[in-house]
């Protein structure tokens, strides 16, 4: 009887995902009208935010990656980098871009820094559970104006984010503290670092490059969003969000949150970021504090999109995945905790009516 559980078990652990992926393909001919609204809504969400905001940074940084910045800027900051966060100085660069840039650039240099030799895996998980973050332009321009109407919460949700990734990075500096490659950054050795240095010369081959490099990146993000923009369709369409949402409701209930429509639109936040924070900012509430202080968890978390765009990124390293997803899950609770204080500790930041 065991033998036989057994073997049902591994045959459906074995067969799992192609019922999943049969199943959805099910459920696009079923919903495929709406599937086909989600589809174009993904899809000008994509071209319409991400491509004008996110390309030029890639670009910027691969165009970065063959200058010596990095090297100089990690000889700096190694000093503070080391014993603050347990990672040499070459990873301010990760850590200032992903804050700069927004999902999924933090991630992107990570791997790069690693491929070429200047952190060791080890390293590289620490910096990839702080340093893959919300840009400015998408918490200042798209969530704090663009969606809540008020520069005063975009703000807020800003510092709170920074506060809560500097946080994550000091918890984790103690990630696989043991198994540690000490790293000096003077001690590199930079043989595997790319040796053609930008110059006039070939600044027209290396522009190319980069550019192709990083519209390889921002398509493979496009997919991601048109994907779950309709994979939240048929969620929707199937009852399965409102199930979900009624199996976590009483969790909501118990912080005060008696609306149910925060709960739903919780979770398609916890799916896909931006389709979430639209939902979520859009439920009229007196007490705008609970729409800001959820809206600053799904910031710091990124969804289970951005999470599958970091996987497919680093899926040719060594790097494991986990602390990057222990990483977000406490980057958002420490964001949700910090804007929690800010409102009730600022006047100026109590919208509460």
């Known amino acids: 009887m065991k033998s036989k559980t057994k073997f049902i078990f591994l045959s459906i652990k074995r067969n799992i995902l192609p019922m999943i992926f049969c199943l959805f393909i099910f459920f696009l001919v079923i919903f495929s009208k709406s599937n086909l609204v989600a589809s174009k809504s993904g899809l000008l969400l994509w071209a319409n935010n991400i491509v004008p905001s996110l390309l030029p940074f890639f670009i910027a940084t691969e165009l970065l990656s063959y200058t010596n910045v990095i090297t100089k ?8 980098m080391k014993p603050v966060f347990n990672v040499p100085g070459v990873g301010s660069y990760a850590l200032i871009m992903g804050i700069i840039s927004g999902y999924p650039t933090g991630a992107k240099i990570v791997v790069d820094l690693n491929k070429n030799g200047l952190c060791s895996n080890e390293e590289s998980e620490r910096l990839l559970a702080f340093t893959n973050n919300s840009g400015p332009l998408f918490i200042l321009g798209t969530v704090g104006i663009s969606l809540f109407g008020n520069t005063q919460i975009g703000f807020l949700l800003l510092i709170t984010h920074i506060l809560s990734c500097i946080s994550v990075g000091i918890v984790f500096r103690f990630w696989k ?18 040796t053609d240095n930008i110059c006039f010369s ?9 550019i192709i490099s990083s519209v ?3 398509v493979m993000i496009g997919g991601f969003v048109v994907l779950f923009s309709v994979i939240l369709s048929i969620l929707k369409n199937s009852n399965f969000l409102i199930l979900l949402g009624k199996f976590l409701f009483p969790i909501f209930n118990f912080l005060g949150i008696k609306d149910f429509e925060f ?10 970021l931006t389709n979430g924070l639209l939902q979520l900012i859009n439920i009229p509430s007196k007490l705008i504090s609970t729409n800001i202080v959820l809206s600053s968890f799904l910031l710091g978390f990124g969804g289970i999109s951005v999470l599958l765009q970091v996987n497919s990124i680093i899926a040719k390293s060594r790097i494991s995945i986990k602390p990057y997803i222990y990483g977000k899950l406490l980057h958002g609770l420490f964001a949700a905790f910090y804007t929690l204080i800010f409102i009730y500790s600022f006047p100026i930041f109590n919208l509460n009516l």
Request: with cysteine; glycine share 6%.
């Open 263 to 272: 709960t739903t639109s919780f979770i398609s936040g916890c799916f896909e």
């Open 216 to 218: 390889k990146t921002i």
């Open 177 to 194: 503290i043991n198994s540690n490659s000490h790293y000096n950054i003077n001690k590199y050795n930079y043989s595997n670092i790319k």
């Open 202 to 210: 070939n600044l027209g081959d290396i522009l190319s490059k980069s």
């Open 73 to 80: 800027l990690g000889k700096i900051l190694n000093p503070i």
